[in-house]
């Protein structure tokens, strides 16, 4: 409790002696958000940028149509990768490729000197979730194939739109500053964030802009409370026999897997509230007449913070080794995924919250909110329609674990722990999906998507001139990020020295799926939209 009161009063008085010129100029609650400074020349800047995002909205809905129609799972984005990074070198960035030691991992680079500002967002889709988009209810594409069921398909379109206009306008006023574009590889896992972290992708990232689907904007800043992860695969070896002849002979692997999990399962009453764990068996074995000699069970654990992270992996090992000892099989482990719980910069959430109110919610058409009442009918919730107002900026540095009640993850945590960070979630999509899911692929190319990233975009670029117009911003963003972020609680990575990205997953599937959806890839040459290609009349609905 000291430690919080302690920490809450360096914040408050942190607040108090950066308030640039505005503190003098406009009094301001505590509650309020900062603002940047009054600056003639920025203002001017950030309408030409919002104008010129505005004539590239016709490209933006390309990328955003072409990346949602390749549809490929984490660690398998071939085809998006070549296609963004090809896109940024045309424009004079200069790609690094493998970054991590992962094949689909790039960063683009352009400009020189600071403040470097890095713009990422993840670009895997979700297993079996294919769907017709602008469709209110579930017609897949190609039926089991995976699908942009989270809509990561508009993230780095968003950033790159960003990119663009911001390098036309440093060029055009000879502005100083680096762009540094990369992608979220394989988020959908976990799998590659904190390599990024440990290949140095961010050590000299002076603010980093993460972007994030939503279904309206919004940003917050500090203690994120949601849940950081391990994602452990446990691997059993037995011995086969003929299950009819002589089972006495065998020892099975899948014993062992479902002994685990019957254990787990029990202890789940004595584990935190705040935890969260699931697991899915991937490997069972072959046949019932054979003894399976091998099995596996893929487990994510997690938790609030690091210690209680480890602590679940524990657990874990320790309860893998007792269902080995019961079956007579031997275990092996390996870490698939990681990341941190999230803590998000005061300084750029509040840089961006402003252009968030600046820039406002995108002029939904009534066709755009047919499809939404359409498909919260079909998915039996709330008819709420699409987003009609931002919601207020919200944050604090530390939430009492106690308020904590789990809940998803994502290993920009691991950024964030290692360089001033915030996650724009800007509206291309609505409440409907349960998320995972083909529900949550409906929006993500048509005009809802195309708009809100149009948007996004713009909230993007003008939070990026901020800082680069701004020395005083950067600063204070990383007086944030070191006096109180990171005063008492320093990053150690959960991935260990010897573990690499588990680049071979999701390899299969995408095999199986890849020669199909190869045809069903947006052609822009030939078709204004995928819409248009798929022959889907806007909006589809029962
Ligand atoms: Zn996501």
New binding site residues.
Partial sequence: MLLRILLRTVCVAWVLSSCFVVAAQTPRTAAEPSKTPDNPVLSGYKREIAADIDAMKEFTQQMVDQVFSFGELGFQEFETSKYLTDILRKNGFRIQDSVAGIPTAWTATWGSGTPVIALGS?VDCIPQASQKPGVAYHDPIIEGAPGHG?G?NSGMPLNVTAALALKKLMERNRLGGTIVLWPGIA?ELLAAKAYFVRAGVFKDADVVLFA?VGSNFGVTWGDTGGNGLVSVEYSFKGESAHAGNAPWRGRSALDAVELMDIGWNFRREHLRIQQRSHYVITNGGDQPNVVPANASVWYYFRETDYEHIKEMWDIGDRMSKAAAMMTDTTVTSRLLGSAWPAHFNKTIAEAMYANIKAVGLPKWSADDERLAVALQRELKVPEVGLAKEIPQLRGREVMPDSEKRGGPS?DIGDVSWNAPTVTLNYPANFDAGPGHNWANAVAMATPIAHKGVTAGAKVQAMTALDFLMSPDLVASALAYFRNVQTKDQKYTPLIRPDDKPAIWLNEQTMAKYRAEMKRYYFDPTRYKTYLEQLGITYPTVR
């Fill in positions: 993840d989270e990561h988020e994030h994502d």
